[in-house]
């Protein structure tokens, strides 16, 4: 006989049942949300407090875990500009439970920053950005230049940049191509507001992301232009690809 349970807490879990799993595991799926207007949240980090793995949620707020072990513990759902919130979950054998995370806002003073003779108001998290950009290490792209750009995406906004091939299917990097020593890894990476997507496939990263909400894209190709923060070692990326989002809420 199929079991159900029903947790309430600040964010509502409801538990669905669904076809017996093999072996003592469960299934956590759900979705992140702004809790003033009930908007997805892309790219939200979601994870139990003190694990090592995260799980991003998609362009509609959504997430799904690989099968867990039966048991116990915090689900913790995060993303730049929210407050994090944590809640607590049971993972019963043979059983998916859906977890709704409503993440409130945290507004925070803008900051000053100049870039190229341009002062700038940006929000905290993006201080570091815009900086690195000041020093024109790679290729940028600004959120108000996004605004008035005639494409529709934002690989289409990337023609013309140094280094890259924009086609249908996808972008590729000039440096990646050339590059073969050992400790490289002939592909870039990929972030979303600091945090990093296992792809090779930057339509999967820039699908996530509207072209209105992007605050500053830091590209850079080759080993030699990317600054240290995105820097894995032993194995090195051949170029960076670093989206940052606004989340004001003026």
């Known amino acids: 006989m199929q079991r159900t349970s029903?947790?309430?807490?600040?964010?509502?879990?409801?538990?669905l049942m669904a076809p017996p799993l093999l072996g003592q595991?469960?299934?956590?799926y759900g979705k992140v949300l702004d809790k003033s207007t009930g908007q997805p949240i892309v790219a939200a980090s979601v994870g139990?407090?003190?694990?090592?793995?995260?799980?991003?949620?998609?362009s509609l707020g959504?997430?799904?875990?690989?099968?867990?072990?039966v048991g116990g513990g915090d689900l913790e759902a995060r993303?730049?500009?929210f407050h994090p919130r944590a809640l607590p979950v049971r993972v019963i054998a043979d059983s998916q439970l859906f977890v709704e995370f409503r993440l409130d806002v945290a507004p925070k003073p803008l900051e000053t920053v100049v870039v190229k003779g341009i002062t700038r108001k940006v929000e905290p998290f993006l201080e570091e950005p815009f900086l690195r950009a000041s020093q024109?290490?790679?290729s940028f792209l600004f959120g108000e230049d996004l605004k008035n750009s005639p494409s529709f995406d934002l690989k289409g906004a990337m023609v013309g940049l140094p280094g890259l091939w924009v086609n249908d299917r996808?972008?590729?990097?000039?440096?990646?191509?050339?590059?073969?020593?050992?400790?490289?890894?002939?592909?870039?990476?990929?972030?979303?507001?600091?945090?990093?997507?296992?792809?090779?496939?930057?339509?999967?990263?820039?699908?996530?992301?509207?072209l209105r909400d992007v605050a500053l894209v830091e590209v850079y190709n080759g080993t030699a232009r990317i600054p240290p923060v995105f820097?894995?070692?032993?194995?090195?990326?051949?170029?960076?690809?670093?989206?940052?989002?606004?989340r004001s809420t003026e």
């Open 62 to 69: 959504r997430f799904r875990m690989p099968p867990v072990s």
């Open 231 to 246: 820097l894995a070692q032993p194995q090195s990326p051949c170029a960076v690809v670093a989206i940052w989002t606004r």
């Open 48 to 58: 139990f407090v003190g694990g090592a793995e995260r799980f991003m949620t998609d």
């Open 136 to 138: 024109s290490w790679g």
């Open 6 to 15: 029903i947790v309430r807490a600040v964010a509502s879990l409801s538990l």
């Open 170 to 210: 996808n972008v590729s990097f000039m440096r990646c191509n050339n590059l073969g020593g050992k400790g490289v890894v002939q592909q870039p990476h990929y972030y979303i507001d600091g945090l990093r997507f296992r792809t090779t496939e930057f339509n999967d990263v820039a699908r996530l992301v509207a």
């Open 25 to 28: 595991t469960g299934v956590l």
């Open 79 to 81: 993303r730049i500009g």
